[in-house]
């Protein structure tokens, strides 16, 4: 049975939002993860790595989640202390305990925008895959309870975010608690042992990858079980598989990225190799941070009275001038990873709404200017009415002069051109409302 296999090794990083980054204090912010725990990361420091890096990304990508940031707008921090945790099971009848080891949390501050964190978590040896499905199933939810009586996003909270915290409260209002929902990002490689690998089919990895990606009962993706997909369901979100090798594939889900496979994770030394500890995760955790931000800017252009929406599209179109990515990398399967994440988080559809909804407030903002300005034309249209009426008797008299009218013909003849006059300056200045007035019933 596929729940029974253990796995030779694993690579299991959680995902978090942060506030919002101010703009402003942002080397105020930064502040307090330097010195403590945290020492910052300013990427690669040898010859070879550096080249590495060089060599397969593109410099925009690079620089954004791998280098020393020299403009100062986004930064990095890492710790690597060792603290073991042990969760109890999500399921209040059950007595399922999990201990696990954080060994290392990363935080990225981006100026401006909403920050991540994320854990790397070590599972204690021996566990198969219905195990680990069980352990991520529980960690990624915020709410399930520590055994020391915190909830596992407050001990998170305590132990790594400088008590920065991540669900709302009646007394305190957490903005990325607005986008995050109730549960952590996952993101899981695991290997498995070449013999065991040799004996599954094709059809079963997928199965597996499904059952993970989603943290579903292992074998629901094979149908019969409470929560098995619907087959529709199940051949739509299996298309955005990475697959170019046979002897593994992954896949993003809204809240998971998962790659199931054999001889692809761990180095020849037998550590975890650095592509996907750093460099596959780090494409994901990109589009974690785009994705977020998409969210971020869509609630706030929601929610927003209309003297602030041209200020957030403005900062919305930097955004994207600064973060929309078409390519990363020189090679190959990084952009097919970078592609198919951005598929399976639905990128392009919501920047395109994004934009549309924009030039909607754009033609908004528009008409409401020029609504503006065309009562501004008519009050000084009026106005430069009002500078005659002192010499008003004087001209009278020379009309009458002129004309042999009598006063009572001026006054109608003045009249109807008063009136013709009106209609004309109604008609030039608010020509719709005029057909509208005029319009056949």
């Known amino acids: 049975m596929l729940e029974n296999l253990k796995p030779k090794a694993c690579l299991i990083r959680l995902v978090g939002l942060l506030d919002q980054v101010p703009d402003k204090n942002f080397e105020n912010y930064c502040k307090r993860f330097e010195g403590g725990i945290y020492k910052r990361d300013v990427g690669p420091t ?21 280098s020393d940031a020299k403009d100062k707008n986004h930064v990095r921090y890492v710790t690597q202390i060792n603290t073991t945790v042990t969760i109890k099971d999500f399921d209040s009848k059950s007595l399922q305990v999990y201990t696990v080891k954080v060994v290392q949390c990363e935080i990225y501050l981006f100026r401006g925008h909403v920050g991540l964190f994320s854990l790397k978590i070590e599972f204690q040896d021996g566990l198969n895959l219905n195990d680990i499905r069980n352990h991520l199933f529980n960690l990624r ?26 669900r709302s409260t009646a007394t305190e209002m957490v903005e990325a608690d607005e986008y995050s929902g109730s549960k952590f990002k996952l993101f899981s490689a695991i290997q498995l042992n070449p013999a065991d690998a040799s004996q599954i089919t094709t059809q079963d990895r997928q199965e597996l990858l499904y059952d993970i990606g989603t943290v579903s009962q292992i074998g629901s993706a094979k149908g019969g079980k409470h929560f098995s997909p ?15 090798y046979q002897n593994w594939e992954a896949i993003c889900f809204f809240d998971s990225f998962s790659c199931i496979g054999s001889s692809f994770l761990l180095d020849r030394d037998g550590n975890v190799n650095p592509t996907w500890d750093q ?29 602030k929406l ?33 598929i399976a988080l639905d990128l392009k559809t919501e920047i395109e709404m994004f934009r549309e909804r924009i030039k909607n407030l754009s033609t908004a903002i528009q008409e409401k200017k020029q609504a503006k300005t065309n009562f501004l034309l008519q009050l000084v249209t009026g106005l430069s009415g009002l500078s005659v009426v002192s010499d008003l008797p004087s001209i009278i008299d020379q009309i009458l002069k002129f004309t042999h009218w009598t006063k009572s013909e001026l006054s109608i003849y003045t009249l109807i051109l008063f009136l013709i006059a009106s209609v004309a300056v109604i008609y030039y200045l608010n020509p719709e409302k005029f057909k509208k007035w005029f319009a056949p019933k």
């Open 141 to 166: 939810l915020f709410d399930v309870m520590c055994t020391n009586g915190q909830t596992w996003h407050d001990w998170i909270s305590k132990n790594y975010l400088t008590g920065i915290s991540l």
């Open 310 to 342: 041209v200020k957030y599209r403005d900062q919305f179109e930097d955004f994207l001038n600064n973060y929309n990515i078409s390519h990363i990398s020189f090679n190959f399967l990084p952009n097919l990873i970078f592609d198919k994440t951005g």
């Open 230 to 244: 619907d087959l529709a369901y199940y051949a739509s979100v299996m298309e955005n598989r990475v697959a170019a």
């Open 46 to 66: 040898d010859d070879a790595s550096k080249k590495f890096l060089k060599d397969i990304l593109y410099p925009d990508f690079r620089n954004l989640m791998f």
């Open 279 to 307: 460099t596959y995760f780090r494409i994901y955790l990109f589009r974690l941070f785009f994705k977020y931000n998409l969210y971020r800017y869509n609630s706030l252009i929601a929610r927003s009275d209309s003297d």
